[in-house]
């Protein structure tokens, strides 16, 4: 709840315009909704797991700044 409300916080002070988020729940479709529209970006990092489809309608965009732990380094 606490990453909830600094996402609105932060959209609401116009304290930045892209936040990048590090989950992939539902719980923060309320927020990254809010943020969007406010005109906020939402960059999504669910560091390689599953993400939530209704997620998927509230973010701008996914990245990973990790490489995959799953690929083998062959």
């Known amino acids: 709840m606490r990453i909830g ?3 609105a916080s932060i959209t609401l002070k116009k304290q930045a315009d892209t936040i990048i988020l590090v989950a992939g729940d ?3 479709v309320p927020a990254a909704k ?3 529209r406010e005109g906020v970006k939402i960059i ?3 560091l390689w797991r599953s993400v ?3 997620l998927y309608e509230h973010i701008d965009g ?5 490489p995959n732990p799953s690929k083998s380094n062959d």
Do not use: H
């Open 5 to 7: 409300l600094d996402i």
């Open 26 to 28: 539902a719980d923060f």
């Open 34 to 36: 809010l943020a969007r």
């Open 44 to 46: 999504l990092d669910p």
């Open 52 to 54: 939530a489809k209704d």
């Open 62 to 66: 996914v990245s990973s700044g990790f």
